[in-house]
T-cell receptor, first 115, second 109 residues
Framework: NAGVTQTPKFRILKIGQSMTLQCTQDMNHNYMYWYRQDPGMGLKLIYYSVGAGITDKGEVPNGYNVSRSTTEDFPLRLELAAPSQTSVYFC??????????????FGAGTRLSVL | GQQVMQIPQYQHVQEGEDFTTYCNSSTTLSNIQWYKQRPGGHPVFLIQLVKSGEVKKQKRLTFQFGEAKKNSSLHITATQTTDVGTYFCAGPNFNKFYFGSGTKLNVKP
């Protein structure tokens, strides 16, 4: 199993450009998450999904959009990129929180710079 | 909203010294998880604690969940250079996880 796969690994955007960060998992997890990690900081939840067709906002959703058309894929869309969105973005997936040992599996991350 | 705080932010130790990081939540947690992130890497799950007062050990790592289920600690005995990284605690709230800001551990050989 590949686990959680994120593409691209690195990207440089100009202010105002748009892009989609891809995330796919092959563990048949219902729950998927997008986090951002600013330098020296913890993880902030952007959006999450509890299953195909269902998404909800996390702590820092402004400037981002998501969709979940399949169990496997959970892309994150940045519209009108701003320097404040320079960060490392991690996608994660898990089984249902609160039931048993609920491990979050993380992708390798996408390092995004907006200049 | 729920907040999860971690101290210290940084810790520099000599190899062989002990290390402890503390995690405090503003609300009672159903469980708490710990993750390790190596420099340039992604968070990797270490352990989950569920019961009040629970203590779990993984070799040189000891994890503790407070009696009130609002705080937790990770203690590393006799650190090694392989312990370098940032340690995060994470507490669930319904469908979300709230991560602490992490403690960055540097170990001097």
């Amino acid at each position: 199993n590949a686990g959680v796969t994120q593409t691209p690994k690195f990207r440089i955007l100009k202010i105002g450009q748009s892009m989609t960060l891809q995330c796919t998992q092959d563990m048949n997890h219902n729950y998927m998450y997008w986090y951002r990690q600013d330098p020296g900081m913890g993880l902030k939840l952007i959006y999450y999904s509890v299953g195909a067709g269902i998404t909800d906002k996390g702590e820092v959703p402004n400037g981002y959009n998501v969709s979940r058309s399949t169990t496997e894929d959970f892309p994150l869309r940045l519209e009108l990129a701003a320097p404040s969105q320079t960060s490392v973005y991690f996608c994660a997936s898990s089984y249902t929180p609160g039931q048993g040992i609920n491990i979050q599996y993380f992708g390798a991350g996408t390092r995004l710079s907006v200049l | 909203g729920q907040q999860v705080m971690q101290i210290p932010q940084y810790q520099h130790v000599q190899e062989g010294e002990d290390f402890t990081t503390y995690c405090n939540s503003s609300t009672t947690l159903s469980n708490i998880q710990w993750y390790k992130q190596r420099p340039g890497g992604h968070p990797v799950f270490l352990i989950q604690l569920v019961k009040s007062g629970e203590v779990k050990k993984q070799k040189r790592l000891t994890f503790q969940f407070g009696e009130a289920k609002k705080n937790s600690s990770l203690h590393i005995t006799a650190t090694q250079t392989t312990d370098v990284g940032t340690y995060f605690c994470a507490g669930p709230n319904f469908n979300k996880f709230y991560f602490g800001s992490g403690t960055k551990l540097n170990v001097k050989p």
